[in-house]
Every structure is written in C-alpha cells, then in structure tokens.
C-alpha cells in the first residue's frame, strides 16, 4: 500500500484543522495510507519520512513566512538532503494565517522550495475558486478555494478558537488537497 504522510506545525491548533481534513481527503481512495506527523515528533529523526511515497507540508504563515519551528524542521531535513532519500517523492503543501493575505503565498513558496531542495515532485491544488463564479459571492467561507490560491491549499482563521474556524470551506478545500495528493501517489510513484 503507498503511504502518504502528512507533516505540520501548528502554533495554536487551526493549521491542525487544516492537517486532520488533508489527512481525512488522502485517506478517503482507501488505496493510500496515511499518518499525521507534528514536526515536534520528528525533528529529532526526519528520516522517519523516508519510508513515505508522498510528504504534504503545512505550516501556519507568522510575518509572511513558515513558523519558526516549521523552518527548524525544514533545516532538519538537511541530513536527508545529503542522502537523497526524498528524490521523486510526491509532495505539496498548505498554510493558515488569521488575515485574508497575510502573505500566505510566500509560505507555499517555502513549501514548495524545500520540496524542490530534496529533488521531490510537487503537486498544486487543481482547483478553481468557486466564489469567483456568477452568482456566488466573492471570499465566500462556504466555497473551495475561496482565497484563489493554485500552489498549495491556505486557509484563513479568524481570531477565534480552532474549533470555530478556519471556515468549512477552506477546510473542504485541505481535503481535496489530501485527495489529490493520493490520486498522484497512486499514479506517478
């Protein structure tokens, strides 16, 4: 069976809403076997990834970047780095931030920068914003993809607990990112 694993930081618990719903979508072909990694359970041995067909980063955006403890994270990967264990691996990734922008993109392309690092093949979102369709209101929180986002899945949490949000919609939009992640471990690796 392939394996897909889904690694996070979450400073306060929505980055972690985001993670459960990729995880719930990569699980759903029940072809792909997922598991859900906090990096604080792996920076000691990164090469615990090693095994994985496919890696989905997620990391909340503090000041327009990945949280400092993502980056640790990110820098323990060098010693997989020297080994080339993750070459061809599957990858993608997904970010939470409390503001609509919040510079979220720059984070996707960290995420998508340390996947290139490591030689791994990155998948995008695939999806449309359906709140950009006629009819439907702009940003709406009910919609896939409502932020417009192509390289990764991001969400928006309001200055609330995570169990209030982010939105469903943006967590609809994690699922069909675990999904789509899965369809391409089980066709490309």
Known sequence: MKKVAI????????TEMQAKRVHKGASLSGSVKADLFRIEDLIDDVSKLNEYDGIIFGSPTYMGSVSGPFKTFMDATSK????????DKIAAG?????SMSGDKFNSLVQLVTLAAQHGMIWVSLGL????????QKNGDPECINRLGSYLGAMAQSDNLPADQTPPEGDLKTAEKLGER?????LRWS
Do not use: D, L, R
């Not at 690694?7 to 929505?14: I, K, L, P």
């Not at 997904?94 to 409390?98: D, H, K, L």
């Not at 992640?181 to 471990?185: L, T």
């Open 7 to 14: 690694v996070y930081h979450s400073g306060y618990g929505h």
């Open 80 to 87: 997989v780095w020297f080994t080339g264990a993750w070459k």
């Open 94 to 98: 997904f970010t939470n931030s409390n």
């Open 128 to 135: 449309a914003n359906e709140s950009s369709k006629v009819g």
């Open 181 to 185: 992640v899965a369809q391409a471990v």
